[in-house]
Structures are given as C-alpha cells and as structure tokens.
C-alpha cells in the first residue's frame, strides 16, 4: 500500500531515510513528505499550517488507494488535519510522539519564534527520555539535519471540520512516554490528547525509544509501522484486462511491473512516462509536432502576432479537414470509432471551449453558451443542463458548422485587435462553470482554445484513418 510519512518540526523528508527501504522492502510505495518552509524555497514567514496540509493531502491524492498515513512529534498534528481533510482516503493513521492537535488549538505551544521561524533549541532543551537513546551519530544526524520551522506550527490554529476522522483507526507509537502515561493524560482531561478520546478504535503501542527513533532506532519503528499496517489486497487480482479500455481515469504515478502488454495502446496526457525504465515523453512530442507541426507552433506563441499566425494555420487545417469530412459518404461526420466522439460532436466540444474561454472568461458573457456545445466528461450532464447545453440534440452537420463557423470568426476577431498589452489582461470570469474562482489571463485564455483545436484535429485525424480503413 502507500504510506505517506510526514516529519515533525525542524526536519524534512530525509529524516525518514532509515525507515523508508524496510518499508519498500515489504512492497509498499513511500511517499516522505518534506514540508513547504523546509526546502529553502519559501521563506518562512509566508507559510501558513494550510500549506503544510495541503502538501499532505496533495501526496494523498496521487495514490490510488487509502493510504497508511504516519505522523511524527507535531507532524502527527498536520497528519491529523489531512485525515480530516481526507477521511476516506486514509486506511490507518499513525502517530509517532505526538497527539491529534484539536480544532482551533497550536500544534505546539511554547516555542519562541524568531523572525517567523521556529529555531531548533539545541538537543540539551529536550528531556532526558526524550534524547537517552541518542548516540553520538544520531546527535550529529539531528544537529546537522535540524533546520528553522515556520512560525504556523505555534501560531496557526488547527482547522478540523469533518468528524469522520473519528471513525480512522489509530495508531498512536510511544517512544519517550508510555501507553500507560498517555491513557492517565486522556483521564486527566489534558487538552492535547482529548481527541484520542473520541476516535473510535485506537490503539496504544509501546516503542521503547527516545523521540526520534526514525534516527536512533529506525529498524525498530520501521517493525512497528509495518505491524499497525492494515492487510491490504490487489483490487486487481484476478481482473483479465487484457483488451479491455481504460478510459477517462487518474492513472498518475501508476506503475505496470512484471506483465505483458504488447499491442498496449495509450493516449493521454503525460510529461513524463517511462517504459523500460527510459522516458519516452520527449520522443512521443517530437513525433506528434512532426505529424501536426500546429502543435509546436501553439507552445511557442508569445506576441499578438504569434497568436494570429498561429490561428490562421488553424483555420487552414480544419477547412482541409472539413472538406474531407464532406466528401465522405454519407453519415462518416456522426459515426463514432472506438468509443470516441465522432467528428460532429468533436466539433461541438470545440463550439463548448470556445465559449467557456472566450465567450465566459474573456467577455463575461450571461449567454455564453451555445445549446449544441458538448461539455468536457468530468463536468457532467446536471451541470451542463443548467448552463443551458443540449446533450440530447442531434443537429445537422449543416448546423453544428454554422456554430462552429461563428465560433471561430469570434476567435478571429479578437486576435485581430489584440495588442501586447491586453495579454496580460485577467479574465473577467472563471472558463470553468464547475470552479467558479478560477481566473487566467487572456494570452492562456487563447492558448487553450487553439491547444484544444489541435489536438481534437490530431484525434479527428486519427479516427478519419480509421474509418477509411473500414474500422
């Protein structure tokens, strides 16, 4: 399974280093997290403890099952608000020193702050059970690793809103303290433990070490970590997916090991993939520009001049296109290959981004949508209703030009008066109907709307071969 590990304060990612090749070892994907403020690329100050969550839960988002999530000192604190954030996708959460922060409450209290930043006090602040197992290495380990944490940790309040967090397992690992301590500090009421209280199963395990036994004892926490791992089972065992299409899903960071896929076709979107260990990627775009050279020349538009030139090369090739389309016998322009969209309904998604970027973002419009536009899969038909889209329509080919034809003369025309200055200009409303904040401006606006039209071309292409072929 996946196991995202998250550190506590002062430390990044490589401070689970020691623990990560048992775990993987065992066959499960390791995702160490080094927080935002702890990779020199932020200065502390700026970041807020909403930021060292979403790094979590974005780690989170890229697995493909629920994970085992394991939380260190206050990083059990961010852990805890990314469960909250996450209940579904968390099979079992972990906390190594550290307590469940509740809502409205510091991760930490205590700690002085300097200049936005939370420096490392040295190992001699700390109590002796915390540091007894801590030999000469692992004091070097901690003092060279130990770097300044943001200010959030002791200044943002914890933000909790969804009590299915409650029904995660727990397990909570106690190195410098007891089992038997942290069940009297529940009785006793104290405040940074009180959450423990309420969750529905949690388990009290002791781990005889200091606070950072990931350095002093990482083979011993690496046992406990795999020992509280919940059994987990391949939801593809037993599934024959030989011929069979994967369409419209997450497949980032999948891997396909030890198989045969000979004849495997793939079509999406990717900047890296790796077959056989070598990246194709570069040599996949260079065969795609050299097919339809369009594509390149969209990537390296930057001046209003780029922009008209580029989308006169595109008005050229979908009239050559249409022309083809025309001639062919009767019905090819609704026929569908593969489970695509036919060239009819390629044209209306195209009448549908236009609107969302030109005629929604960039004018504002009340009235942006044309009812024969078929929307983007993940949108969804209610959506697409309400916005006014027609999915049920069947228009004539004779028709869905005409929609295109105006579509494409407002494209025109925009370009036409578009100056260097206007680029820059945000767009009065999200393209989006289903993210209602977003905002870009004009020059992406643009650069999207001709990116779609070249690659809706390279599938129309495709599909064209296809039929001509008798598919």
């Known amino acids: 399974m996946d196991i995202v590990l998250v550190p506590g304060l002062w430390l990044d990612g490589t401070s689970w280093d020691a623990v990560t090749p048992r775990l993987e070892a065992e066959g499960h994907r390791v995702r160490s997290i080094t927080l935002p403020g702890m990779d020199g690329t932020a200065p502390l100050g700026a970041v807020r403890l909403a930021d060292h969550v979403d790094a979590v839960t974005t780690a989170i988002d890229w697995c493909a099952d629920p994970v085992l999530l394991v939380g260190h000192s206050a990083g059990a604190g961010v852990a805890w608000a990314a469960a909250d954030a996450r209940p579904d996708w968390v099979a079992r959460l972990i906390l190594i020193g550290g307590f469940p922060t509740p809502d409205g409450e510091p991760l930490v209290e205590g700690l002085p702050v300097v200049d936005g930043a939370v420096p490392f006090p040295g190992l001699d602040a700390f109590d002796d059970r915390e540091v007894a197992d801590l030999d000469a290495d692992a004091r070097a380990s901690i003092a060279s690793r130990a770097l300044p944490a943001p200010a959030c940790a002791v200044e943002d309040p914890q933000r909790l809103q969804d009590e299915r967090r409650y029904a995660i397992p727990v397990t909570v690992l106690c190195p410098e303290f007891t089992p038997d301590d942290l069940r009297n500090w529940i009785a006793a009421g104290a405040p940074p433990v009180q959450e423990l209280s309420r969750i529905a199963a949690v388990d009290y395990v002791d781990l005889p070490t200091g606070h950072w036994p990931q350095l002093s004892a990482p083979g011993l926490l690496a046992d406990a970590i795999l020992a509280a791992a919940p059994a987990t089972t391949d939801p593809l065992d037993g599934i024959r997916l030989r011929g069979r299409t994967i369409r419209s899903r997450d497949l980032r960071g999948a891997s396909i090991a030890n198989s045969w896929i000979d004849g495997m076709r793939i079509d999406g979107e990717f900047e890296h993939l790796w077959v056989n260990d070598v990246d194709v990627a570069d040599a996949v775009r260079d065969e795609l520009d050299r097919r339809q050279p369009e594509r390149a020349a969209v990537r390296a538009m930057r001046t209003p001049d780029e922009y008209r030139a580029t989308w006169v090369r595109i008005e050229a090739m979908w009239a050559t296109t249409v022309q083809r389309v025309l001639r062919m016998p009767s019905g090819s322009a609704d026929r569908r290959v593969r489970g695509e969209w036919s060239f009819t309904q390629t044209l209306r998604h195209l009448v549908f981004a236009?609107?969302?970027?030109?005629?929604?973002?960039?004018?504002?419009?009340?009235?942006?949508?044309?009812?024969?536009?078929?929307?983007?899969?993940?949108?969804?038909?209610?959506?697409?209703?309400r916005i006014g889209l027609r999915l049920d329509a069947t228009p004539m080919i004779d028709e869905v030009l005409a929609a295109r034809a105006d579509r494409m003369d407002l494209v025109r025309s925009i370009l036409a008066a578009l100056t260097t200055e206007q680029m820059d200009t945000i767009s009065l409303r999200s393209p989006a109907p289903d993210a209602p904040e977003e905002r870009f401006p004009w020059h992406e606006c643009l650069r999207v709307v001709m990116n779609e039209e070249v690659e809706h071309h390279r599938y129309v292409t495709r599909d064209l071969a296809l039929l001509a072929a008798g598919s």
């Open 354 to 385: 236009t609107d969302c970027w030109v005629r929604q973002a960039m004018q504002g419009r009340d009235d942006a949508f044309h009812p024969f536009g078929v929307n983007h899969t993940e949108m969804g038909g209610d959506l697409a209703a």
